[in-house]
C-alpha cells in the first residue's frame, strides 16, 4: 500500500519540481528588481533628510 502510494507522490513532486524550475527564472528578475528599488528609495530618502537639514541649516544658521 505504501509503495502504490509513493508513486503518485513522486510523480507529483517531479511535476511541482518542473513547475518550480520553469517559474524559477521569472521570479529571480522581479526578486533582483525590489533590491534596486529599496535602494533607490532609500538614497531618495537620505538626500532628501540631507536637504531638510541643509535647508534648516541655512535658515536659522544664519
Do not use: F, H
Amino acid at each position: 500500500m505504501s509503495r502504490r502510494k509513493k508513486r503518485p507522490d513522486r510523480q507529483a513532486i517531479e511535476g511541482e519540481a518542473q513547475v518550480a524550475s520553469s517559474t524559477e527564472l521569472p521570479e529571480r528578475w522581479p526578486s533582483s528588481k525590489p533590491r534596486l528599488w529599496m535602494l533607490a528609495l532609500s538614497a531618495a530618502c537620505v538626500l532628501a533628510w540631507l536637504a531638510v537639514l541643509a535647508y534648516i541649516g541655512l535658515l536659522y544658521g544664519n
